[in-house]
């Protein structure tokens, strides 16, 4: 009979390291999950910096690109021929400033349709 016991609390101290065996990877796999989170967080700030900065850097390169070709347009061109051109661009300029400037309103009953109901 001996043998019966022992053979019941080896089945008891199976089941229980089985427990403590899911109970182990439950935790470990909560930790592994949360380190994930946190270097995913991290990486994305990091990448959203590295964008705005590359947006910063392709913004300035285009601006300084712009005035280049701009001033060799100009310095191929008599004074003459420069005189025209910035006659030119003003006119454009004068056209643009003038054009009415469009702003859309929302009606007041458009409002409250689009409005979450509470």
Do not use: C, Y
Request: hydrophobic share 40%; charged share 35%.
């Amino acid at each position: 009979m001996a043998g019966f016991d022992d053979l019941g609390d080896g089945v008891r101290k199976l089941f229980l390291v089985g427990v403590g065996a899911v109970a182990t990877g439950a935790e470990k796999s909560t930790e592994i999950v949360n380190k994930l989170v946190e270097k995913g967080e991290l990486t994305v700030a990091q990448g959203k910096a590295v964008n705005e900065e590359l947006k910063h850097t392709i913004k300035n390169a285009a601006g300084d690109t712009s005035e280049a070709v701009l001033r060799a347009k100009l310095k191929a061109m008599t004074p003459e021929e420069r005189a025209a051109w910035v006659k030119s661009a003003q006119k454009i300029a004068d056209d643009l400033d003038a054009e009415p400037v469009e702003v859309e309103v929302e009606d007041a009953d458009d409002a409250e349709k689009d409005k979450p109901a509470e």
